[in-house]
């Protein structure tokens, strides 16, 4: 049973440095080996594809040199690449060193495979602890923070998950007696991938679940800072966990966690951010049932079906090439997913047939009469991660609060920022530098495009979550993409009556829509803000889109004070501009033009914009040079219309 233990923890730990890795070189697809919306998107999925159709070799390696070796020095690659990470300097060379790392996870993965035939305690550990300490750190990862604590906690990781590797190689006496491999186990293997797709995008994806709590937090189709965001993610671990170590029901249950995960998927095919909650809850136990049902299903006959040194190689080989198989489903199902918003071709259907594979998979695996004990007891192990996982509420920073209290001002600070999910040039997540650039220009009201909150592309930040901690400014999200991307309005004054209104696409393969909120300034003064970002068809201005939003814009504020601001893809002078010129709109920036902020490292084109009503008077309008997003931000100040006294 020692070595079973040791086994497990092994795989958990490796599947722990796998995500970590995963999480920094998925972004480096669109960040740094090509740039999402101009790189085409056949070649950005190419690059990533090929990576897991070179895994598919590793199995045949695997029999040529033999499954110790080869798994010893892939661990020991991607221990040090995911070291290497938390120091790596951005870049291409980022980018080699996440490849690197996942390069060898996958072959690892592989190697474990042919020398266990009951993976899923190990996967189902690594999968749940991964989201509990994802969860804590708030989603930002130790491999972007960079300090001494996010060193030294990398360190361990790492020296457990190779002391267990090296155990795993060379067993010690205390260790032993190994139980004998059986010929099972390649259905289980078979949905590592899959099941790694839906926990990163679903079912144990932090930023997720607080995104549906701020979307329950708001209603009307739109989110707001909620108290305790991360509240569900503890339930999620326990119920995945649970089903995942429990076993299967039996007879006539065994249809529900099948059925429980195709519902969580189909939730979240929706697109409703009132239903990401129930989504991930829902996927989340029924992931964990799949799991179960497949968990060592097909080892009837143990060790005595093994009766000859071939018999054990095929079925070392057949779990071999069922793990790299799954993976080349998360890749296929991760890229056919996330270049649907380049490409423009619906992908509602791709969590559902991802999770439908995984029950087909789990209701075919044949039932034992008497399964094999556990390597963890079930219940203490879950009762261990869910406390883990419930310190990410209790630890987490309280909500920004606004206030009026010291009466109207004179003037507002405006910054509207393109924030690129929260990547710098150099592809690596720079939290900091965004709320830098930001605070130094002392905003009332901050305007965000590409706001994303939790896609697994992206590497799973709620980046809205925690600029708005750092800032200290509570948030309103509107859905563009999907409900966790989008554009926000962060404000130091309380906001009210939050509208939505989804522009048309016309041709434009990724969402838009225009967020209002009214800015309430103490003692009756309102002022209406507008954040959008306009997503022009190919080959032609958002003239369309431009019209919509300033229509929208005029008749939302009523009268009242107009700020309209965000990434609109347009340039003075362009025919879509000419649309806000036409609703009787200013350009606050006119006086600083030409005011160039896209790229940010060679800034050529004027696309950032601040434009308001009349009556505002604009001064001081600059776009800060820094390289924390492709553009940069523009800020402006704004007089406020002279009171009138009250009679």
């Known amino acids: 049973m020692r070595y079973r233990q040791l086994t497990t923890g092994s795989l958990a730990l490796g599947v722990i440095l796998l995500i970590d890795v995963l999480r920094v070189w998925l972004p480096g697809i669109i960040t740094i080996f090509g740039q999402a919306a101009s790189t085409p998107a056949e070649l950005m999925g190419a ?16 029999r040529r040199v033999g499954a ?46 042919t020398d266990t035939d009951r993976p899923v305690p190990g ?20 491999v972007w923070r ?9 360190a361990v990781a790492v020296a457990l998950f190779l002391l267990g590797v090296a155990l795993w190689a060379r067993p010690a006496p205390w260790a032993l007696p190994a139980l004998p491999v059986g010929p099972g186990g390649a259905r289980a293997w078979l949905l590592a991938g899959p099941a790694l797709l839906l926990a990163g995008m679903v079912a144990l994806a932090p930023a997720v679940a607080g995104t549906g709590t701020s979307y329950l937090v708001a209603g009307g189709g739109v989110a707001s800072s909620p108290l305790f965001g991360l509240a569900p993610v503890p339930v999620a671990v326990a119920g995945f966990l649970l089903a995942a170590l429990t076993g299967p029901l039996r007879r006539w249950g065994r249809p529900l966690g099948p059925v429980t995960l195709l519902a969580g998927a189909l939730l979240f095919a929706l697109d409703r951010g009132d239903l990401l909650l129930p989504a991930v809850l829902l996927t989340a136990v029924g992931l964990g049932a799949c799991l179960a049902l497949a968990d060592n299903t097909d080892n009837a006959g ?44 619906p992908n509602a259907a791709v969590p559902v047939v991802v999770a439908a594979l995984v029950a087909a998979v789990a209701l075919a695996a044949r ?19 869910t406390a883990l996982a419930l310190l990410a509420p209790l630890l987490a920073d309280g909500v920004p609060v606004a206030g009026n209290r010291d009466g109207p001002p004179e003037r507002l600070t405006v910054v509207a ?49 925690l600029l708005s901690d750092r800032l200290g400014m509570p948030y309103v999200f509107a859905p563009a993409a999907d409900p966790v991307w989008g554009d926000a309005v962060l404000s130091r004054w309380p906001v009210s009556d939050p509208r939505t209104l989804p522009l048309p696409v016309v041709g434009a393969p990724t969402g838009a829509q225009a967020l209002a909120v009214t800015l309430d300034l103490g003692d009756g003064v309102r002022t209406a803000v507008v954040s959008t970002h306009l997503q ?104 406020l219309p002279p009171r009138r006294p009250r009679a």
């Open 123 to 142: 996967l189902a550990l690594g999968l749940a602890a991964n989201a509990a300490v994802h969860a804590v750190l708030d989603t930002y990862d130790l």
């Open 146 to 154: 960079g300090d001494r604590v996010a060193w030294l906690l990398s």
């Open 302 to 345: 143990g060790a005595d079906s093994a009766d000859s040194a071939d018999t054990a190689a095929r079925a070392a080989g057949r779990r071999g090439y069922a793990v790299a198989a799954g993976m080349l489903v998360f890749a296929l199902g991760a890229v056919g997913y996330y270049s649907a918003y380049d490409l423009g071709y």
């Open 417 to 465: 920022y393109n924030i690129r999910m929260g990547f710098g040039l150099d592809g690596r997540f720079d939290l900091a530098g965004l709320a830098a650039i930001i605070d130094r220009q002392r905003p009332d009201v901050v305007l965000l495009s590409e706001v994303d909150r939790g896609w697994l592309l992206n590497g799973g930040h709620d980046t809205l979550d």
């Open 367 to 385: 039932p034992v009469g008497r399964p094999a004990p556990a390597p963890l007891p079930p219940l203490r192990t879950t009762a261990a991660i």
């Open 536 to 639: 022009p068809p190919p080959g032609r201005g958002p003239v369309v889109q431009a019209r919509a939003v300033a229509d929208f814009a005029t008749g939302y504020a009523a009268g009242r004070p107009l700020v309209v601001a965000g990434d609109l893809n347009t340039e003075p002078g362009d025919e879509a501009f000419g649309q806000f010129v036409a609703a009787g709109l200013v350009d606050a920036l006119a006086a600083a033009r030409p005011l160039v902020t896209s790229p940010a490292d060679d800034p050529r084109e004027q696309i950032d914009h601040v434009l308001v009503s009349p009556g505002l008077t604009p001064g001081g309008a600059v776009a800060p040079r820094g390289t924390a997003s492709d553009h940069l931000p523009v800020a402006v100040t704004l007089t």
């Open 47 to 62: 690059f990533a594809l090929g990576w897991f159709v070179l895994a598919l070799a590793a199995p045949a390696l695997v």
């Open 68 to 113: 110790r070796p080869v798994t010893v020095a892939a661990a020991v690659v991607l221990a040090a690449a995911r070291l290497a990470l938390t120091a790596a300097p951005g870049g291409r060379t980022q980018l080699w060193l996440a490849t690197a790392g996942l390069l060898a996870g996958l072959v690892w993965l592989v190697g474990v495979a």
